[in-house]
């Protein structure tokens, strides 16, 4: 057995790619080859990343035994095709969110895993790379806000500029909820402890970009196994002023106390990320996380490659969001409230 | 005509009577009876309120010709009745909210205002004697934050000690969302322009106090006749050691910059109140309006007493939102999501 775990990429049309690379990288791993079919991005691919080699095309990588593992950000409705064939060609998978637009993709997905015993993890940065989300989660652990009985998260985002254009195609893209709503109801079943919940009510609305096949907001309502509820709002309505992507939030409120995230800035009072609030019987508590708080999501992630475990993610939940998600769009697409 | 306006109070169950009576006074008018069947509680009201005279009976008040306005905030059930009797003695009046517990109480008090020419007013203190609700409006109604799309607001609440035995029950006290809720709901119409809206969900559940008849948490989305979305949270969990009686927040996304309303406390920042964020395309802007921005709800309902106008509130709105939170709470009776 070699002694790192080597990786591939096919696809590098979302951002996040640079992160999954990233992560994979300082945890140990090491970057093979890489193919996107717009010759163009990869160079400045190549910049980040100098050992990684193009390829012609993604056949060199599904047939290259030395690759463990492949990384996917393509157009979000083309990544289940691709880990399809990588997992019958014997890789895991590690995929940008979403990792599907239609729930018969997921169910494509999920039972090519059982076939194949392929693990097919899925990116929701907003949750396993965020510290202060991670740091919830173990104040919820540890009983600190007693029995959690309701999450409110919302997450808003800068549509900015220079979007490619499948972003505009809610097929392609899947939709507002499919596509940052995804992130949102993994983070809802990790803080509830659910493996599974019904969606209860959702709707989307365009107001911005008039007559695109588009939406810059949508809800949704969602309904845990274990009673408790959720809340989620994701937009693309956040000003340019602002100095990050959006300034995403969580509430959750248990019987015992509560607790609001301020994930990546705490608005009109600083720019530091990361801060977690917890307010129960022993007071207020405030503080940014960002130095006191470990993201092991990747070394995890190597760790289950190797010794085929599941400590990364479990992956019951992580494809129960992505239906959650997947449901909720497909409900809001019957039930959108404006495009004016 | 008489100089000043004269009020008189029946009923002193819920602890915003002195607030309005407070307000009415500040503003000019005169405070002459005061009944309640509970005599030990006149006794504290007189403390605060010693010109007051205490009288043994309601008929006393409704038969006296110096009274302009009657005041209520008895047990929510027996609010319409006494707005009934009062508006038909020739009175105006003014309710504490919620000011009705039924719909069918709801259409009372709307034929008795339209067949006696009087004035139902509502006392939504979380709207008109907020200052960072106010400003909020004002911030909307210049276009700061271009339309309003989405409104979201959290109103946790303390529920200490020493709640009286009506309060656990939802018949007399209405339930939670019709208690609590009815406040968000009359923000939400003011904030989105709307006169009408209606309820697409609504859920409820009791966590804290099982087997009472109590509800310690309830949810509503509302959809506005303009298109408007909104999302209401309303919970008694909020721990005691919070330093007010609740973390309430508004957040309101517009096509071109958000506001938050950090109402009574700025947790984990400071404990000063009336708390606005606002982002748009000028960049980050907060600070407390608590010395910035009037209340002229009191002096508004004056006005309107005497000249028979509508300053001080839009009837149509405020029976809208008491009507929204019946239906929500109505609609909830059926959906609780737990009761363990």
Known sequence: MKDKAVFSVIGIKHGHVY?????????????????????????????????????????SIFSDNETDLIVCADIPNRRCDIGVISMRSGKDFFCAKAAMTTTEQLERIKTTCKET??????????????????????????????????????APHKLGENRPEWFFSREQSGGIITDIGSHQFYQFLRYTGNESAKITYSITANYSRIGEDFDDIGECCV?????????????????????????????????????????????????????????????VFKKSVFFCQDIDFFDNLLYDLKYRTEKAMNFTQSFAAMELALKAQNNANENRSADE
Chains 1, 2 share one sequence.
């Open 117 to 154: 015993g392929r693990k097919f993890f899925i990116y929701y940065s907003e949750m396993v790379a965020n510290k202060s989300a991670l740091y919830a989660e173990k104040l919820i652990k540890c009983g600190k806000i007693g029995k959690v009985v309701n999450v409110i998260i919302l």
């Open 223 to 283: 309904r845990g196994d274990n009673g408790v509820t959720g809340y989620i709002r994701t937009d693309w309505l956040s000003p340019d002023s602002l100095n990050v992507f959006g300034d995403g939030r969580v509430f959750i409120v248990g019987t015992e106390g509560y607790i609001e995230l301020r994930k990546y800035t705490d608005v009109g009072v600083s720019e530091e990320p990361d801060n977690v609030i917890m307010v129960n019987k022993n007071g």
């Open 19 to 59: 992160q999954m690379c990233d992560g994979l990288i300082k945890s140990g791993a090491v970057i093979k080859y890489v193919y996107d079919d717009d010759v163009k991005s990869v160079e400045s691919f190549s910049l980040k990343f100098p050992t990684c080699k193009y390829v012609e095309n993604a056949d």
